[in-house]
């Protein structure tokens, strides 16, 4: 049987310290659905680390972002998820596109980019508008940079326009999209990381230069 | 050996009566690739198509959307490619968007969405700035609606910031960073394509509901 | 006493005899506030007209754009309402920018472009997300071609993430949030207008070269 | 005489005791216009403080954003000046803009948001592809929270796609479409805020409620 490992990186502005996540609360959905599989998965706050700014997999002195960048070489599945603000994805989970570009040249064994063979999801939540546009860029990052994005690997709950209750507050849980969202993302995710396992994409066409 | 078709859709403004289109002419580098590989394809210039504003795979009278979307069911690749203008993909790049949509409700024998196990990429050419926008939009809505999308799916050419020459004239071709992004595009959409044609996506967590 | 006139282009795939566009409904939101202030207005649905895809003022025969590129030369104000599909603004709204970009090097009597000292707003309407992503490359295409954008240009309703009713049939006028910025936009386009028409921008540093 | 106060915002990752940075290059250029007509100006690299995260205009001790708050409302002219990472303006620049959405609800003494009657404008450098992106993000962003947008209000120089030198190796000043955009951006701006200081929007449908 094939092992898997998830990693759920959480862009919100609240550290674990802090009450309880909105993204968070959505992403447990989607790791309910990896614990009932067998997926091995772990979930960080980005704010609990001290990232620096770059573009760069490491920045030296102070920077924390290497001790990220580990778990997700080990990982088979990332799940960047972020709160919506200002109708977009937070300024921590731009800093992870950042520093996840930063790590792109970095090969496997076979000259590919390290993150050849791994998938990529999202999870979005905000009180209203963004949900979509902070996915959109998300991904688009992630599949640039050499992730593998399978068929709708975006779950999200936004709340109708203006200000209003976020996830938890809102019983987001309720919203029948969403939970469809959460499940196929998750068994999507799944499926072709396990696909992609066993079969992993041949080096041919896609080897970087030195 | 595993067969695969694919089919490229070129939202530039230009018919095939018009004179070369720019985008196509980058598009033809990626072909190049599926035919050194025996792979069978076919490129559409949407414009020259009637195809009708809305959100449904078959618009009715004159609506000539549902033969292009019978190319897309046949094909195991599917490439959306377009010209920059006003920083974003063309008008007719949304178009095929909403119309691709508008059949992401039509199910395979599975019930899974009719584009699962398909992979999508795209191709983009500007005189200057937007590459990445056209594509971020057009992976992501692709993805949303049931593609998969491989790594480094997006090949582009843009110019210098202002006006300028387009990709012919400029020679874009010399130009390595899209020489490569060719080439792994092409191969990847290849390779993912043929590894989902013989392990297709388990219809588990992704089945549409009535 | 200033006279102002605004013209409304409506982006959505219904035609004015078919049945009632949300976007429209949340359209004359704002200019029922343009009665209230005697701003002379008109509203046109796009898709009455046939445009033809290209970024020029005039595609020639058949082309419909320059009647409405005549009423936009005419007007104060400009606002580009457009229903969300797929997270972004109609195609139909892409569209109207790429042809509104076409007479972008019309100048006027001072050399400056023709949008020189109008100002721009939007109207977006959806059943779930994506109206800042339409709005925000609205309006940056408007400013970017010479409307002028006043605070708060942007008046939208959206719905819960997910399908689900739209605007009419959801009662979004009911939102407070979305009745508070359609006062706001529709007054600031008002007095942004009325200061310019007043205070032209002067010819320096932004005439137009042959 | 109508004096003006303009502050820029540069949001690099450099700090002001690394190498010059490149937007600020392509950011001088604006403010030599800036002396040339009397504008007072200053320019702050965000990389130099300690700015919290977070949606507020003061997150509390160790929080350096109301220093930067407290110059922003003094003035009369904001640019918000990024670099493009992934496509995009970077990661601190999001983070400026979710500060100053922070202040947002800060009224001035009619009760309009203290942004009203000051002008926008952003400048964007990149080695390639992403400035109307970034642009498109800020100035929207800035429009909604209650700046104005004069007439072209985007300067940005970008190399032709792929890796490449950036605006100071590349003498991208040499670009005529980047020095024309220069100088409209900085005269519009001035017009825009001296016609706005002289003739402020008026307290109507624009007051904020308790």
């Known amino acids: 049987m094939t092992e898997l490992r998830a990693i759920i990186l959480n862009a919100s502005f609240k550290t674990s310290e802090d009450e309880e996540s909105n993204t ?8 309910n659905v990896f614990d009932k599989e067998g997926i091995h998965h772990e979930s960080i706050r980005l704010a609990d680390y001290n990232i620096k700014y770059g573009v760069s997999d490491d920045l030296g002195e102070g920077d924390e972002w290497p001790k990220i960048f580990e778990k997700i070489k080990e990982a088979d599945i990332l799940i960047l998820a972020t709160p919506v603000w200002a109708g977009e994805k937070s300024s921590l989970a731009k800093l992870a596109i950042e520093r996840i570009n930063g790590g792109a040249s970095v090969t496997n064994e076979k000259g590919q980019s390290i993150y050849y ?11 209203e508008d963004g949900a979509k546009n902070a996915a959109s860029s998300i991904l688009f990052a992630l599949s640039h940079f050499g992730f593998n994005i399978p068929p709708n690997a975006d779950t999200y709950w936004v709340g109708t326009a203006g200000p209003g209750p976020s996830f938890i507050e809102a019983d987001g849980i309720e919203n029948e999209f969403t939970r469809n969202h959460v499940v196929m993302e998750a068994y999507n995710l799944i499926h072709l990381a396990k696909i992609l396992k066993e079969n992993p994409i041949p080096a041919q066409g896609n080897v970087m230069e030195d």
Chains 1, 2, 3, 4 share one sequence.
Not at 24 to 31: C, I, N
């Open 117 to 127: 063979n791994k998938v990529a999801g999202t999870v979005v939540t905000g009180n």
């Open 24 to 31: 968070e609360a959505l992403a447990k959905e989607v790791t």
